[in-house]
């Protein structure tokens, strides 16, 4: 037998002043996978224009690299994958039961960590752009 409740409405977002750590998770771990499944529709786009040739494919990357918010954007791309990864493994040691009561930290220190390798990357992606 089935028992049904109310669960209140999902489209209530007047409640996000009440999330969690826990369900800023969640919501940043759908985001960021979003995010990465529209990046690899873009990168399938690029990778496609190969078959016209080396030369076509040498000049989109050469055309794409000159934008400076293709450089900005590779940044946060880069911020999006860090943290997906690091909150996917938080997620696994979670279903582990290992931390459990850590929950909390370790999605902060996943932010932290994010941030800090953002940054790092800084140089890395706009050098030479300006």
Not at 19 to 36: D, P, R, Y
Not at 50 to 64: K, P, R, V
Not at 94 to 104: I, K, P
């Amino acid at each position: 037998m089935s028992q049904s409740y109310d669960r209140g409405l999902v489209e209530n977002f007047g409640r996000w002043t009440e999330f969690s750590a826990g369900m800023w998770a969640w919501v940043f771990h759908k985001f960021t996978g979003w995010v990465l499944i529209g990046y690899l529709f873009t990168h399938i786009a690029v990778l496609s224009t190969a078959i016209e040739g080396a030369s076509m494919y040498n000049g989109t990357l050469q055309g794409l690299e000159a934008l400076l918010i293709v450089r900005f954007m590779e940044v946060g791309l880069l911020a999006v994958a860090v943290f997906h990864i690091l909150n996917g493994v938080r997620l696994l040691f979670v279903d582990l039961g290992l931390g459990l009561d850590a929950q909390d930290k370790s999605f902060y220190a996943s932010l932290i960590l994010t941030g800090a390798i953002a940054v790092a990357s800084i140089p890395t992606f706009l050098g030479g752009a300006f």
